[in-house]
């Protein structure tokens, strides 16, 4: 090989390798954007479920984290699937909250069922144990592990820091489109890696 060639090789191997370093990055710049992006929906979940439910603001102070997924779809025609993503918040001593880890939820069911329909999540985590079950389960399916609450419009008004002896309070909002069922049962949450 002559040294033209041999430069030409050395040169081309070089470009390539910046390309994948180049390409690589442009991944990881991808990746950061969209865990920005739900950082954002996250947060924006939090504000209006706050405002907009007294039980949930009631739970917020004594809460030791949370699950939040902000927006969820699920359809269906006869088989129905369901999926969203979301982050694991906890509670910081002193006040307010940070995001933990990134969590992805979904279910497949089987019946009478038809539509398209989109919600937000929040599961406010009330125990240390409910945390960690959250973060050291590989894939929890719900309806198994801490006992779950779903707060509808007549337990909201009832509840209370001092009524509230379950370790999981699940509150469900901004839900668009038409669908029979909301049920979370048979749902899996699962870590983002």
Wanted: proline share 2%.
């Amino acid at each position: 090989m002559n040294n033209k060639n041999l430069i030409f090789s050395k040169l081309l191997s070089l470009l390539l390798s910046i390309g994948m370093t180049f390409g690589s990055l442009s991944a990881t710049a991808e990746e950061r954007l969209a865990f920005s992006a739900l950082d954002n929906d996250v947060h924006a979940a939090i504000a209006y479920l706050l405002e907009t439910s007294p039980a949930a603001k009631k739970l917020a102070s004594s809460a030791k984290g949370a699950l939040v997924f902000p927006s969820i779809t699920k359809a269906g025609f006869i088989v129905g699937i369901q999926y969203g993503q979301g982050a694991l918040v906890r509670a910081r001593q002193g006040g307010g909250y940070y995001i933990s880890d990134y969590y992805s939820i979904k279910s497949a069911s089987y019946g009478l069922q038809a539509g398209v329909q989109s919600f937000g999540y929040v599961m406010a985590l009330m125990t240390d144990a409910a945390v960690q079950h959250v973060e050291t389960s590989q894939g929890w399916e719900l309806g198994v592990g801490p006992s779950i609450v779903v707060v509808d419009a007549g337990m909201a008004k009832t509840l209370s820091t001092e009524t509230a002896k379950s370790d999981v309070y699940a509150f469900t909002f901004g839900q668009k489109g038409l669908m029979a069922g909301l049920g979370i049962q048979g749902s899996k949450i699962s870590k983002i890696d």
